[in-house]
């Protein structure tokens, strides 16, 4: 009998893009990452608020963390999600891969003056890499697995609700914060003004988990592409060389200059190199990931502005402050002619 040709066979097919079920599956994990940056970027603005809130001297900066209006949060998890979907799994775990070590040997070459300042920071610049991170992982778990889609969708919806969670309480943060924890009103702002302190380490802690399994995944996934053992070497020996380079640039360039320009120049020259490797060892697609990848950085840099203007003015303590003792009422002047610390007859 004579039958059509089915339709994706008429439509171009994408290596990290196809069409069909496979397409509802990208978009979901494009969704999925997207979600995971809007939750860490929500609950850095509660921290970022507390903090302010809580430090008379930093009073008037709080009304910088006033939450966007919604309209703006969706197109920004939108454009998000969109980019997340579109770029290939091959630069999107070089992405993960690259901040995994410039974030281990930002970590390795901390002080411990500078420790807090420069976790909070690097909690602020890992948000692409994240939804990279996140996007490689469920590809990879997801993988062949029977009720893909399905598994999928439940994943949206517990990132939906993650989402929704965050969003609320840094809208109610902003709004009653100052009033509930004046008052003792509040257990959900009581709960942050006793250990909003354990936050970054709480982040710390989650990202490290989803880092680990985005690096696992990333290897994986780089190295299905190829046949022999050679064309690995080939195409690791030069991608180490450059990603140690750029990592010792970074951060001399960033110690220098830690401001929103540096962290633009940052992006621009990591992309530059990335975009010159897989001209010798990638294909076109990945020199489309790469210019995607660069939009996706600058993307979620300008969430994070005002955020990464206040980790370089301030320094948020990274333990919780010891409780100093109460204070003496001053003493009272003696009379003139009696000697201090005895008692007038």
């Not at 053992?229 to 640039?249: G, H, N, Q």
Request: net charge positive; glycine share 8%; aromatic share 6%.
């Amino acid at each position: 009998m004579f039958s059509l040709p089915s339709l994706p066979s008429w439509l171009p097919g994408l290596p990290s893009l196809q069409w069909g079920s496979s397409l509802l599956d990208s978009v979901l994990q494009g969704l999925i990452g997207a979600s995971g940056v809007s939750v860490l970027n929500s609950l850095l603005k509660v921290y970022f608020f507390v903090n302010c809130a809580n430090n008379p001297e930093r009073r008037l900066e709080k009304h910088r963390l006033q939450p966007p209006w919604a309209l703006l949060e969706t197109a920004h998890l939108a454009g998000l999600a969109l980019i997340l979907t579109v770029v290939g799994a091959r630069v999107a775990a070089l992405v993960v891969l690259e901040f995994s070590l410039r974030a281990i040997s930002t970590l390795l070459s901390l002080g411990k003056g500078s420790q807090g300042t420069e976790m909070l920071r690097l909690h602020l610049l890992c948000q692409y890499a994240l939804g990279c991170g996140l996007t490689c992982g469920l590809s990879f778990l997801q993988e062949d697995a029977p009720h893909r889609t399905l598994n999928l969708l439940l994943g949206l919806w517990l990132a939906t609700l993650l989402r929704t969670g965050a969003r609320r309480l840094c809208r109610h943060i902003h709004q009653l914060y100052e009033l509930h924890s004046s008052q003792q009103y509040c257990g959900v702002c009581l709960g942050l003004l006793a250990g909003a302190h354990a936050l970054p380490q709480l982040l710390a802690r989650a990202l490290a988990v989803a880092f680990a399994v985005g690096d696992l995944a990333a290897v994986a996934l780089i190295n299905r592409d190829f046949l022999t053992t050679s064309d690995a070497v080939r195409f690791w020996t030069p991608l180490v060389i450059c990603y140690t380079l750029l990592v010792i640039y970074m951060q001399e360039e960033q110690r220098q200059n830690p401001g929103l320009q540096s962290q633009v120049q940052t992006v621009l020259v990591r992309m530059g190199g990335l975009f010159v490797l897989l001209l010798t060892v990638g294909s076109w697609l990945d020199l489309l990931g790469v210019l995607m990848s660069l939009l996706g950085e600058l993307w979620c840099l300008t969430s994070v502005r005002t955020l990464l203007d206040l980790c370089q003015i301030q320094e948020f303590p990274s333990q919780r402050p010891s409780v100093s003792a109460p204070r003496q009422p001053p003493p009272q002047p003696s009379a003139p002619g009696q000697p201090q610390g005895t008692a007038p007859s």
